[in-house]
């Protein structure tokens, strides 16, 4: 797909591609895995959020050395996860891994944990992430079914939104090279299919 000339078709296309949101039913207490970002907001708000109405007794916090600010980004949502009340012995840390696959690979003890207890794995991430999805379901092929919350992230001060992504140079540029990749590595095998299906990822 040539990302200068995108038709109106083409921009549908893409958005539902990549729009990984299967959100858990309401009510029904999962484990979040909160993937690294740049220090935004909306992955502790909505983890806390959940927490605090019962919905998310296990948070998984996911990320190594943020190459914009040198932070470890796990260590990091572990802190402000606490500051925003929820006890430490709910959140299991990750804080080695350089890329998605390796937030789930080495989050796979608490992965596996939280299945062994009954709770759904729910990823929390930009929306446009497909990779978080795509790793969960290809490392761990039996936690189906998958649930994800996409939040919105804003690069360089614009919002991305499932809206603006096509106006937004770092958006738009993010948003087709998530939903080529996935595809690319679907087709040579390194991914397991995925859809989305009844609400929720299979």
Known sequence: ?????????????????????APPPDGVPVALVLFG?????????????????????????????????????????ARRLADAGIPADVVRVEDQSKDTWQNVELSLPYLREALDVGLPLTAVSKWHHLRTVYCLRTLLPQAVPLYAIG?????????????TWPR??????????EVTEVARRVAEGSYLPAVKEDGAWR
């Not at 907001?41 to 806390?48: E, L, S, Y």
């Not at 937004?168 to 090279?177: E, K, L, N, Q, S």
């Open 1 to 21: 797909m040539n990302d200068g000339a995108l038709t109106a078709a083409d921009i549908r296309q893409l958005t539902e591609a990549a729009d990984i949101s």
């Open 37 to 77: 970002t740049n220090k935004q907001d909306q992955p502790v708000r909505i983890a806390a959020e959940r927490y605090h109405a019962g919905a998310a007794p296990l948070i998984i916090a996911t990320g190594g050395i943020n190459r914009h600010d040198g932070s470890t980004e796990g260590r990091e949502f």
């Open 151 to 163: 939040w919105e992230p804003v690069y360089g001060g614009q919002p991305v939104t499932r809206e």
């Open 168 to 177: 937004v140079p770092d958006g738009r540029r993010r948003v087709v090279r």
